[in-house]
């Protein structure tokens, strides 16, 4: 090496530091935040399935509302209360006298409960506070009853506030997802603050929802 020959008497050039190797680049790998997914993300009827098991009590009520549909409201014996919701389909005459494109945009009794239950399903499995419902017959479905203030019962400027909530926005948001041409003020409630959706047969519909001013 330079060191012994220059112990050596040998003449030498300048002992040179030895020069290190640069050190390679690692690349760092993303941090990847795993998501933990509940087994069960399929929302529970339980509730609603065991105030129907409990058996009715007393006369349903007739509620007002519904264009389509024959709503009355069901005491049960558990204590709770439910709405019984039976669609019609559309009557032979009125069918004939609406064209092939008109008849897109309706849909069956059958069609209208299917959109009832999965439309409840995706708002509370986002956190909503839809009522649960549980299909009765092909036409029939019970849902908890919702206690609350109908949104058509408060003043343009009563409700536009609760519009612009978390809960507004994120009900404004599923109605675009589902394709929810129904969400008058007569289809949403507000209850200790928060907004209360019901109503969801008029989902899955080719009909535009842009004009509806909740879902705006």
Do not use: C, H
């Not at 390679?24 to 941090?31: A, E, H, I």
């Not at 129904?182 to 519909?205: C, H, Q, T, Y």
Request: proline share 6%.
């Amino acid at each position: 090496t330079r060191e012994n020959m220059a112990l050596l008497g040998q003449k030498v050039g300048p002992i040179e530091p030895k020069k290190q190797a640069p050190a390679k680049r690692v690349q760092k790998k993303p941090t990847v935040t795993p998501i933990t997914v509940k087994s069960s993300i399929v929302p529970s009827t339980a509730d609603m399935q065991r105030s129907l098991d409990s058996g009715t009590k007393g006369r349903p009520k007739k509620l007002a509302g519904g264009a389509i549909a024959i709503t009355t409201k069901v005491d049960f014996k558990d204590g709770t209360s439910g709405v019984r919701k039976e669609l019609e389909d559309l009557p032979d005459d009125v069918l004939e006298s609406i064209t092939k494109d008109e008849l897109k945009y309706f849909t069956t009794a059958k069609e209208g409960q299917d959109n009832e239950e999965l439309g409840s399903m995706i708002a509370r499995a986002i956190g909503l506070d839809a009522p649960q419902v549980v299909r009765v017959s092909e036409r029939v479905t019970m849902q908890q009853f919702s206690e609350g203030t109908v949104a058509a019962a408060l003043t343009e400027a009563g409700r536009s506030p609760f519009t612009k909530t978390d809960d507004g926005l994120m009900m404004g948001l599923v109605d675009q997802i589902i394709g929810n041409v129904d969400r008058n003020e007569g289809n949403w409630l507000v209850r200790d603050g928060k907004i209360v959706p019901i109503d969801f047969s008029g989902a899955w519909n080719p009909v535009p929802v842009f004009d509806q001013p909740v879902t705006m």
